[in-house]
């Protein structure tokens, strides 16, 4: 069974028969030269930057899904388990 996730501007949802709320934070900081950092604390290694608040949101969803996608997309080394569902997230911002 695969149910798709939504992630919105702060919220990454999944369904699977019923729908639960994963809140993750997006945490920004001024970095060096103007830029500005974003990072998501819950996941460790979403880090980015952009030279604008709104850059840099759109550029740590990017990591996010990079990392998503290495570790359970169609790139994952692990092979499921036989007892396991498929669970499709969707990142849309």
């Known amino acids: ?7 919105g501007p702060y919220a990454l949802r ?12 997006i ?3 001024p970095g060096q030269d103007g830029w500005v950092v974003a990072s ?3 996941v460790p290694g979403a880090h980015s930057q952009g030279q604008t608040r709104e850059e840099a949101r759109a550029n740590v969803i990017d ?10 997309g169609e790139h994952a080394r692990a092979e499921p388990a036989p ?3 498929s669970l499709e997230l969707v990142i849309a911002a």
Do not use: H
Not at 1 to 7: A, E, L
């Open 40 to 42: 998501i604390p819950e």
């Open 83 to 85: 007892d396991s569902e």
């Open 27 to 29: 945490v920004y900081e």
């Open 14 to 25: 999944y369904r699977v028969g019923v729908t639960e709320s994963l809140r993750l934070t």
């Open 63 to 72: 990591a996010l899904r990079g990392i998503l996608e290495l570790r359970f």
């Open 1 to 7: 069974m695969t149910s798709p996730c939504r992630f």
